[in-house]
């Protein structure tokens, strides 16, 4: 469970940005049926997520105290590995980068 978590308790040092996709179909849960393991393939229940880790996963990244952002894109494109080739992820990666490098160099910048 979440609490059980401790990484979410302190303040690890650095700003979070979470980017995911949503709305493919992703393994939630496996089971074995006794005596199954390990040299069986398991039952799979699917549900929500990025077609590799499921929502209830990648939604725990609002737990970080430095979250500074949280985008969930959705549609073509929206796998665990494809979200890397979206435009619009490209360009809103290239703006994070660009607004740190501004503060870096201390000029006053937005956040998103």
Same mark, same amino acid.
């Given at each position: 469970?979440?609490? @059980?978590?401790?990484?979410?308790?302190?303040?690890?040092?650095?700003?979070? +940005?979470?980017?995911?996709? $949503?709305?493919?179909? $992703?393994? +939630?849960?496996?089971?074995? *049926?006794?005596?199954?393991?390990?040299?069986?393939?398991?039952?799979?229940?699917?549900?929500?997520?990025? *077609? $590799?880790?499921?929502?209830?996963?990648?939604? &725990?990244?609002?737990?970080?105290?430095?979250?500074?952002?949280?985008?969930?894109? @959705?549609? &073509?494109?929206?796998?665990? &590995?494809?979200?890397?080739?979206?435009d619009d992820i490209?360009? +809103?990666? *290239?703006?994070? &980068?660009?607004?740190?490098?501004?503060?870096?160099? *201390?000029?006053?910048?937005? @956040?998103?």
């Amino acid at each position: 469970t979440i609490k @059980d978590v401790t990484m979410f308790e302190a303040d690890l040092g650095v700003d979070v +940005y979470c980017i995911h996709g $949503t709305n493919q179909t $992703t393994p +939630y849960q496996f089971s074995y *049926g006794e005596g199954y393991f390990p040299d069986y393939q398991p039952q799979t229940v699917n549900g929500n997520g990025d *077609g $590799t880790v499921n929502s209830r996963s990648l939604e &725990l990244c609002k737990q970080f105290k430095r979250l500074k952002g949280y985008k969930v894109v @959705d549609g &073509l494109w929206a796998t665990h &590995l494809e979200i890397l080739q979206r435009d619009d992820i490209i360009q +809103y990666v *290239g703006d994070l &980068l660009k607004r740190q490098n501004r503060r870096m160099r *201390g000029e006053d910048v937005m @956040d998103f």
